[in-house]
T-cell receptor, first 111, second 112 residues
Framework: SQQGEEDPQALSIQEGENATMNCSYK?????LQWYRQNSGRGLVHLIL?????REKHSGRLRVTLDTSKKSSSLLITASRAADTASYFC???????????FGQGTILTVHP | KAGVTQTPRYLIKTRGQQVTLSCSPI?????VSWYQQTPGQGLQFLFE???????NKGNFPGRFSGRQFSNSRSEMNVSTLELGDSALYLC???????????FGEGSRLTVL
């Protein structure tokens, strides 16, 4: 079963706009990660935020984590057509490789 | 540094057959985990191996099994295939202490 719920399920924007995706989870976590998946391919790690962190930046990505609300958001600024992909949040309650993924947000960036 | 390599990339089997998928992790990575991705259930954890030992297992029937060799390469096996086993099977490796997973491109299994 999926721990994470992602919102929205699909997002369509124009190049240059910002994209915000949200993730909610149900149980306490050690960390939360975001991954990107281009159609039918493997997942690419984007960013990891630990449970004691509130915000993290990496290039055009900004991730926030609110453990009191059990939610996280991923902001992609100045989107590009190449950002078109599915984005997944994943939570980690153990240290043994098991990530629990959300259902993902399909992002389409129109040139 | 080479990434995670999965073989085969695509395969077609019929119900009742068995299949073996292979995964070569990034050099130096000792942890290998496997995930199944389907449109209906999304990404689901199968199992994780570290130094040839299974440390964690997801909620899958015993038809799904795996192993890891001394060189960290891993295989997973699915016996008595069912139509519902059609999926993208993803392997990921990790150094063991960062939490970040590096995924392969996956093996897409179609069961007819």
């Amino acid at each position: 079963s999926q721990q994470g719920e992602e919102d929205p399920q699909a997002l369509s924007i124009q190049e240059g706009e910002n994209a915000t995706m949200n993730c909610s989870y149900k149980t306490s976590i050690n960390n939360l990660q975001w991954y990107r998946q281009n159609s039918g391919r493997g997942l690419v790690h984007l960013i990891l935020i630990r449970s004691n962190e509130r915000e993290k930046h990496s290039g055009r990505l900004r991730v926030t984590l609110d453990t009191s609300k059990k939610s996280s958001s991923l902001l992609i600024t100045a989107s590009r057509a190449a950002d078109t992909a599915s984005y997944f949040c994943a939570t980690d309650r153990t240290s043994y490789g098991k990530l629990t993924f959300g259902q993902g947000t399909i992002l389409t960036v129109h040139p | 540094k080479a990434g995670v390599t999965q073989t085969p990339r695509y395969l077609i089997k019929t119900r009742g057959q068995q299949v073996t998928l292979s995964c070569s992790p990034i050099s130096g990575h000792r942890s290998v985990s496997w995930y199944q991705q389907t449109p209906g259930q999304g990404l689901q954890f199968l199992f994780e191996y570290f130094s040839e030992t299974q440390r964690n297992k997801g909620n899958f029937p015993g038809r799904f099994s795996g192993r890891q060799f001394s060189n960290s390469r891993s295989e997973m096996n699915v016996s008595t295939l069912e139509l519902g086993d059609s999926a993208l099977y993803l392997c990921a490796s990790e150094t063991g202490n960062t939490g970040e997973l590096f995924f392969g491109e996956g093996s897409r299994l179609t069961v007819l």
